[in-house]
């Protein structure tokens, strides 16, 4: 770790993550792994067996990502009364249920607990910051902190403040994911969904759009996904992917000679996906016929021995943020 991670790192020695399913007990190991002192909140009565066999399951994929491993579980406690986990921390990781109204009624308990400075970060996928701090008095250190799953290992998170989040908040955010190499990224504006959940809305509804229509089947579907634009977008995002697929004349010939024309065309003519029970069915037995039968854990430690692999092969591109020339 540079010393500038470390002095940043520093001033949040003292994390609280409240709500530690999938996504609380990835930050969990990625916290642990970076020195910090963790108080895990979560009212599941096998919660304190679920992280640490989380954190085993994880720890072989911090290794890989040259992170330590070993005696995590020495700045980990878990403290069930809200109140009493966030008493003193520096930052609060929320990753509770996806349901507003908790949010917001946590939110205005863990302001009136947590101390001023402490930096308040939810995961949500969806909820603007506006909206969840709604019942504080004063939201100006609450804003989103979006990771993808699984925190420990995908790059990004989506920093999204509210309206009453100060911009002080928003820059500390950004230090703070970026000391524990992430990739943090500002949006301007709160939209629902943020961004890189839109887009794989968009993907999806079109994934089902073809198993409905018998075109492929879903492994068939993971696989040319897999193999095409699963492979470019780790390298080139959406629109220099079509700047090179314009040629010489990049973007601006794309969109209007080529390619690109007719896919804005397409746009007006873009199906609505009915999520009906024959297709749910469909879906549920191709999976069943295919993956499905991997056992979760499985399926996540190849998940992870992929994701690292493409992570060290890509080297630096990610953690310096761009993949222009
Ligand atoms: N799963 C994903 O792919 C993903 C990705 C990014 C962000 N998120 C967001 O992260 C958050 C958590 O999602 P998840 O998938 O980890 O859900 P999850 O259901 O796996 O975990 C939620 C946890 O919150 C706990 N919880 C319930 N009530 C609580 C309370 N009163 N106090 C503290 N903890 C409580 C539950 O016991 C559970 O362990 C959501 O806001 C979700 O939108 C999820």
Known sequence: MTDSNAAVLDRYRNVAVVGAGVIGSSWTALFLAHGLKVVVNDPRADIESAVKSDLVEIAPTLKALGLPSEGLEKNLRFEADLERAVSGVDLVQENGPEKPEWKQQLWARIEKAVPAHALLLSSSSARPATEQGSQMQNASRLLVGHPFNPPHLIPLVEVVPGERTDPQAV???????????????????????????????????????????????????????????????????????????????????????????????????????????????????????????????????????RQVALLRALGNAHASGTQKQ
């Not at 992430?182 to 943020?194: A, D, H, S, Y």
């Not at 897999?226 to 959406?238: D, E, K, L």
Request: aromatic share 8%; glycine share 10%.
């Open 171 to 305: 820059e500390d955010a950004v230090a703070f994911y970026a000391a524990l190499g992430k990739v943090p990224r500002v949006l301007k504006k709160e939209i629902q969904g943020f961004v890189a959940n839109r887009l794989q809305r968009a993907i999806m509804r079109e994934a089902c759009y073809l198993v409905q229509e018998g075109v492929v089947t879903v492994d068939e579907l993971d696989d040319i996904v897999t193999s095409s634009i699963g492979m470019r977008w780790a390298v080139n995002g959406p629109f220099s992917s079509f700047h090179m697929g314009g040629g010489p004349g990049g973007l601006a010939a794309f969109f209007t000679d080529g390619l690109g024309k007719n896919m804005v065309a397409a746009w007006k003519k873009v199906p609505t996906v009915e999520m009906d029970d024959v297709l749910r069915e469909r879906i549920i037995s191709q999976t069943a016929a295919s993956f499905g039968k991997i056992p979760m854990e499985q399926m996540e430690r190849t998940r992870d021995n």
